[in-house]
């Protein structure tokens, strides 16, 4: 069994799919948590793994170390029982590859039960560059949120997926693996980025998240003001 925030991890009830909620969080905000939450109210999930990447693939190392984003994504998901934080990149060497993570967790749950791979639309449009991308699907379902601004792809290598995989809520738990889910969720027009230029300009970012986190960002001295 994988390392596991808090309470050693009783895998939930057999009948609910186990939601993986991959990013760099830096810092998580309430656009994920509000819309993590929402996807455990609409979707058959049983519990959401926040899984902070490590080495995130595909951009610049993030200048808050992974410990620290990792340690804001627990304070953050603390008080809610099916929030869990998932550190299985912090243990492993090199890009976080989430074909990787998912082969891990795969084995760890069994053949049978569902797993759902959660991203916005904005990181599906990025998917045909990831690592071994075409075995995502054999590995577990995606369910892509929409976010404001971005547009669900209908051409393209992505159109296809997006029409070959088509799901619905009742697959997540029908199957492993292998559903395109698409939810729409109250929007939270918000961004780590966002975040950080107001971090880094000495403005507030109260509100954008949760005031555990802003402590623990003014404890450590993230995201210092630049001169
Ligand atoms: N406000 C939001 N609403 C819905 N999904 C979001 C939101 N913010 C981020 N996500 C999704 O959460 C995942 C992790 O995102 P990430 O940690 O990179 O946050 P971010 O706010 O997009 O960060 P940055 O601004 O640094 O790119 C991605 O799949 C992204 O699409
Ligand atoms: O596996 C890959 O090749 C890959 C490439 C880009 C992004 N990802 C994952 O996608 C998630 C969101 O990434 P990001 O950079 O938008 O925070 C995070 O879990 C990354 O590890 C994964």
Redesign the pocket.
Known sequence: MSEVSGETLIYPERSGAVGV??????P?????L??ALELLEALPLAQLRFMP?SE?PH?AS?QVSATDRAAMVERAIAGERRFVCDRRELDREGPSYTVESLEELRHELGDERGICL???????LGLPNWHRWEELLSLAHLVI????G?VFPDQGVLGSLMRDHAGVAEDLVREPAGSLVTQT?S??????????VLLQSGLSARYLLPESVLAYIAERGLYAEQE
């Open positions: 909620f991959g990013g760099t969080f830096n998580i905000h309430f656009g994920h509000r819309s990447a995130p951009r993030p959660i991203m916005g639309c904005d990181a599906l949120m929409a976010r404001p971005w969720l929007p939270q027009d918000i961004s780590a980025t966002n975040i950080r």
